[in-house]
């Protein structure tokens, strides 16, 4: 059988966390609310699963290649409590205890290190599991990589597989880019095509696949896309053009990293 490695995403569990859990407090009353929620978490998937390797990835404070290409790239986002990221060094020293290690990478977001170790695990001939709340990290679901998403709280997930992914969103894994980049994500402030919403994204992947074709499509009159595709498509070219790369998850970050079995 194959070796099992679990990828966290550590700010999308800290951020359920700390919605879900009371504002509990040590002894010292310092807030530990998250510290308690993510570490019980991962001690549950130790027990539950005993997988080979489990890894938490994080994102670091500062600028990526994103903000660095969209200025505009998450710039609407409120700065959380104090005390919501002063719990992030307890938290990774506590899953450093139990033998989960926490990994960053300066540049990337924590997204492009589980996809990093994720492809690599597979090229390793592992299989990978991907704990996450965000469903940009769908696009990475392949035979060997699946992503369970955070549904309750922290306490239920739904796993999501390659053989699920279609009947559970109308989507393809490789069609997740396309359609994020048609319809945008308000949440890291990416705007998308005005006048295409879900449906209009979903008919156009259907039809032609990806963006590239698409756009093919929209400047050839003769084709048989229906107007008001054409038009949206066209009003928007020019801020699609730059939205492949902010929305695919890197697979390439140059991490110093050996997937290690649990001792």
Same mark, same amino acid.
């Given at each position: 059988?194959?070796?099992?490695? %679990?990828? &966290?995403?550590?700010?999308?569990?800290?951020?359920?966390?700390?919605?879900?859990?009371?504002?509990?407090? /040590?002894?010292?009353?310092?807030? $530990?609310?998250?510290?308690?929620?993510?570490?019980?978490?991962?001690?549950?998937?130790?027990?539950?699963? /005993?997988?080979?390797?489990?890894?938490?990835?994080?994102?670091?404070?500062?600028?990526?290649? !994103?903000?660095?290409?969209?200025?505009?790239?998450?710039?609407?986002?409120?700065?959380?409590?104090?005390?919501?990221?002063?719990?992030?060094?307890?938290?990774?020293?506590?899953?450093?205890?139990?033998? $989960?290690?926490?990994?960053?990478?300066?540049?990337?977001?924590?997204?492009?290190?589980?996809?990093?170790?994720?492809?690599?695990?597979?090229?390793?001939?592992?299989?990978?599991?991907?704990?996450?709340?965000?469903?940009?990290? &769908?696009?990475?679901?392949?035979?060997?990589?699946?992503? !369970?998403?955070?549904?309750?709280?922290?306490?239920?997930?739904?796993?999501?597989?390659?053989?699920?992914?279609?009947?559970?969103?109308?989507?393809?894994?490789?069609?997740? $880019?396309?359609?994020?980049?048609?319809?945008?994500?308000?949440?890291?402030?990416?705007?998308?095509?005005?006048?295409?919403?879900?449906?209009?994204?979903?008919?156009?992947?259907?039809?032609?696949?990806?963006?590239?074709?698409?756009?093919?499509?929209?400047?050839?009159?003769?084709?048989?896309?229906?107007?008001?595709?054409?038009?949206?498509?066209?009003?928007?070219?020019?801020?699609?053009?730059?939205?492949? /790369?902010?929305?695919?998850?890197?697979?390439?970050?140059?991490?110093?990293?050996?997937? %290690?079995?649990?001792?």
């Amino acid at each position: 059988m194959s070796k099992r490695l %679990v990828l &966290l995403d550590g700010n999308a569990l800290l951020h359920r966390a700390w919605h879900a859990l009371p504002p509990l407090t /040590s002894p010292k009353g310092v807030i $530990v609310n998250a510290v308690y929620g993510v570490v019980m978490a991962a001690i549950k998937v130790l027990e539950q699963e /005993s997988p080979d390797a489990f890894i938490a990835c994080w994102d670091l404070e500062g600028p990526t290649f !994103r903000h660095e290409a969209f200025t505009a790239y998450k710039a609407q986002r409120e700065t959380k409590e104090d005390e919501l990221y002063a719990q992030i060094p307890m938290i990774q020293e506590g899953l450093s205890c139990l033998g $989960v290690p926490s990994y960053t990478a300066e540049g990337f977001e924590a997204d492009d290190v589980i996809g990093t170790l994720a492809a690599r695990a597979e090229r390793e001939g592992w299989t990978v599991s991907i704990l996450t709340g965000d469903r940009d990290l &769908l696009q990475l679901i392949t035979k060997n990589i699946e992503v !369970r998403l955070f549904r309750k709280g922290i306490s239920e997930t739904e796993l999501v597989t390659v053989d699920t992914m279609e009947g559970l969103f109308g989507l393809t894994p490789g069609q997740m $880019v396309e359609y994020k980049m048609l319809r945008g994500d308000a949440s890291d402030n990416i705007p998308g095509v005005s006048g295409i919403g879900d449906k209009g994204a979903k008919e156009l992947i259907a039809m032609y696949g990806a963006v590239d074709a698409m756009m093919r499509a929209a400047h050839d009159t003769t084709s048989s896309m229906p107007n008001r595709y054409r038009k949206a498509l066209l009003a928007g070219e020019h801020e699609l053009a730059g939205l492949r /790369s902010l929305v695919t998850i890197r697979c390439d970050v140059p991490l110093e990293i050996e997937l %290690v079995p649990l001792s």
